[in-house]
Nanobody, 125 residues
Framework: QVQLVESGGGLVQAGGSLRLSCAAS????????MGWFRQAPGKEREFVAT????????LYADSVKGRSTISRDNAKNTVYLQMNSLKPEDAAVYYC??????????????????WGQGTQVTVSS
């Protein structure tokens, strides 16, 4: 089992940047594919980005591609989401998640086994 704790959210002006972090407990962090998802009020949860075990493969939602970078530091059991050129529509609660399986569909939230509690990102226009 793994516990995930997100941090780094906050209020930022449009065009600004934030780096979200997700710290994982346990000694098996490298066994998990990690993902970031977000949910805005009144909307369904949506995929943001995912990274494989070693960090060599990433996937991004079209909505954040080119503006965001997912990375991981396996020595620190931490995954990051660097977000630049933030837009008001990026405002949401951001969740990190861990999956034990490689399915080829890592954009699907239902394939993730563990979730953090979320961190709020607010973007002012």
């Amino acid at each position: 089992q793994v516990q995930l704790v997100e941090s780094g959210g906050g209020l930022v002006q449009a065009g600004g940047s934030l780096r979200l972090s997700c710290a994982a407990s346990g000694r098996t962090f490298t066994m998990y594919i990690m993902g970031w998802f977000r949910q805005a009020p009144g909307k369904e949860r949506e995929f943001v980005a995912t990274i494989n075990w070693g960090g060599g493969s990433t996937l991004y939602a079209d909505s954040v591609k080119g503006r965001s970078t997912i990375s991981r530091d396996n020595a620190k059991n931490t995954v990051y989401l660097q977000m630049n050129s933030l837009k008001p529509e990026d405002a949401a609660v951001y969740y990190c998640a861990a999956s034990r399986r490689s399915s080829g569909s890592e954009y699907r939230g239902d394939l993730y086994d563990y979730w953090g509690q979320g961190t709020q990102v607010t973007v002012s226009s």
